[in-house]
């Protein structure tokens, strides 16, 4: 095999999170627009209807195409998952939904994306991943650049209760990604996303009837938006998420995820006419330079050497 399919696979899980970025990204600003008129409960759980329903045709396609049976991990093994996916896909999307009734797009990423300082630090503690000197000063510079676009950005007032919730989003965000990583080791990215998406869809059935009563009246749009987020924000972003976090740190993907508040701040200006204050921009661009400094790899460690990476299932 010549060396190019090599180099090309090793650029894929770059290539899933760059996907990932850009679709949770257009996430926030979904929320944004579909949040008028569908409640946070009800929201998340048709978002989460459909992002199983798209999962589970995928995961049926993939078996079927390998002539494999559907996976079944062990009882233990599933309650974990379970628990993961509820966290994850339900109280995740509840509080993400809640706060952005608070607050702007873009300040809600920007909240949100508290998580990947606290992904990097439970990942050095518990996943043994270490503190690279690169890692800890790209995400200085880039935490730098969020903290610029939040003192600038478009929503002025103070909401505690909006801060809060994007807080609680963040906590349960970066506790989530942890736990994924040790369930990837033992669970391919495809079962673990699938069933901790039905998992989540489970948590958030009480919603059900708030959920039939607000589509009756809703418009089009949101309906449409409904779809949208659960076809491409959930069903594909964390799928490839799932995929690039199996075949890489968890903090230095986590890292990546600042480039989010950026793509959202331009995004919101285009779609919300939420126009960005010139420092936001600038903060932007320095959460892209510590995105690119987090997220470069160092040189190759030589066959022999301590320290390789942890492996992943």
Partial sequence: MTPFPARYRALLPLAAAAVTVVLWASAFVGIRAVGHDLSPGALALGRMLV??????????????????????????????????????????NLALNAAERHLDAGTTALLVNVAPVVVAVLAGLLLGEGFPVRLLIGMAVAFGGVALIAATTSAGGTDVAGVLLGLVAALVYAGAAVAQKRLLARIDALTVTWLGALAGTVALLPFLPALLGELATAPAGALAGTVYLGVFPTAIAFLTWGYALSRTSAGRLAAATYAVPPIVVLLSWGLLGEIPAPLALAGGALCLAGVAVATRRGRPIPTGSVGRPIPTG
Avoid at 62 to 86: D, I, M, S
């Fill in 51 to 92: 992002g199983s329903a798209t999962l589970t045709a995928i995961v049926l396609a993939v078996h079927t195409r390998r002539g494999r049976p559907v996976p079944r991990p062990a009882p233990g093994l599933l309650g974990a998952v379970a628990l993961w996916g509820a966290a994850w896909f339900g109280l995740y």
